[in-house]
T-cell receptor, first 113, second 110 residues
Framework: NAGVTQTPKFQVLKTGQSMTLQCAQDMNHEYMSWYRQDPGMGLRLIHYSVGAGITDQGEVPNGYNVSRSTTEDFPLRLLSAAPSQTSVYFC????????????FGPGTRLTVT | QQPVQSPQAVILREGEDAVINCSSSKALYSVHWYRQKHGEAPIFLMILLKGGEQKGHDKISASFNEKKQQSSLYLTASQLSYSGTYFCGTETDSNYQLIWGAGTKLIIKP
């Protein structure tokens, strides 16, 4: 099992550009989520999904869109990048939503100039 | 609301013990503990549920005081590999979204 994979590992964007961060898992997990982590801070939930076709907002959803067409994939789209979105982005999956171990991908380091 | 972790940082000599605390102002369903090394993804340590159930590693111990909505992670006989930042995440009965603390940085010196 590859676990949770994320691409790209690093990305530099100019203000106003859009892009999609890819996330995939091969563990047949129903629950997937996107977090951002700013320097010296904990993780903040952006969006999550409890299954294919179902997504919902987390703490900091503004500026981001998600979709979940398959169990395996959960891409995160930045609509119009802003310097405030410079961060490390982690995708995670788990068998369910409540009280399950989160399996994290390796992260994407995004810089917006 | 974000749980509060204390201390923010701690420096130990190898073999010493440490306690990391996590407290919330809300009634909790579960508390999660993860360790993150610099430049890496968080790694699961333990989940504590209200009612006393625990899931996680046998060599990591933690407690969950449901009355005070506090959890403590106990690291005994620390090893160099324990270095990293420890995060707690909390879930409430009304909202199973994990809300994370700001982290406790643990430095172990030989």
């Amino acid at each position: 099992n590859a676990g949770v994979t994320q691409t790209p590992k690093f990305q530099v964007l100019k203000t106003g550009q859009s892009m999609t961060l890819q996330c995939a898992q091969d563990m047949n997990h129903e629950y997937m989520s996107w977090y951002r982590q700013d320097p010296g801070m904990g993780l903040r939930l952006i969006h999550y999904s409890v299954g294919a076709g179902i997504t919902d907002q987390g703490e900091v959803p503004n500026g981001y869109n998600v979709s979940r067409s398959t169990t395996e994939d959960f891409p995160l789209r930045l609509l119009s990048a802003a310097p405030s979105q410079t961060s490390v982005y982690f995708c995670a999956s788990s068998p369910g939503q409540a009280a399950y171990e989160q399996y994290f991908g390796p992260g994407t380091r995004l810089t917006v100039t | 609301q974000q749980p509060v972790q204390s201390p923010q940082a701690v420096i130990l000599r190898e073999g010493e013990d440490a306690v990391i605390n996590c407290s919330s102002s809300k009634a909790l369903y579960s508390v999660h503990w993860y360790r993150q090394k610099h430049g890496e993804a968080p790694i699961f340590l333990m989940i504590l549920l209200k009612g006393g159930e625990q899931k996680g590693h046998d060599k990591i111990s933690a407690s969950f005081n449901e009355k005070k909505q506090q959890s403590s992670l106990y690291l005994t006989a620390s090893q160099l590999s324990y270095s990293g930042t420890y995060f707690c995440g909390t879930e409430t009965d009304s909202n199973y979204q994990l809300i994370w603390g700001a982290g406790t940085k643990l430095i172990i010196k030989p």
